[in-house]
């Protein structure tokens, strides 16, 4: 299954945001986002994270540690 969230991490509090997070770890997830916690980041899965500045899309590969 691939599940889309848009921007909807913004309207909850952290500890809200890691709990939407972690019931979808069985699925591949997008996320739209204006910026997301180096804490909440730091308990993501292995993913790749796109970032877009002044309209130039940078990658980044994050695995957990």
């Known amino acids: 299954a691939v599940l889309l969230l848009d921007d ?21 997830l997008f996320i739209t986002a204006a910026e997301l916690s180096d804490t909440v980041l730091s308990d993501l899965p292995e993913c790749r994270i796109i970032e877009i500045r002044k309209g130039t899309a940078h990658g980044e590969d994050r695995k957990r540690v």
Request: net charge negative; hydrophobic share 40%; charged share 30%.
């Open 8 to 28: 909807v991490l913004s309207e909850l509090d952290e500890q809200r945001q890691k709990f939407l997070l972690n019931c979808f770890s069985d699925v591949q």
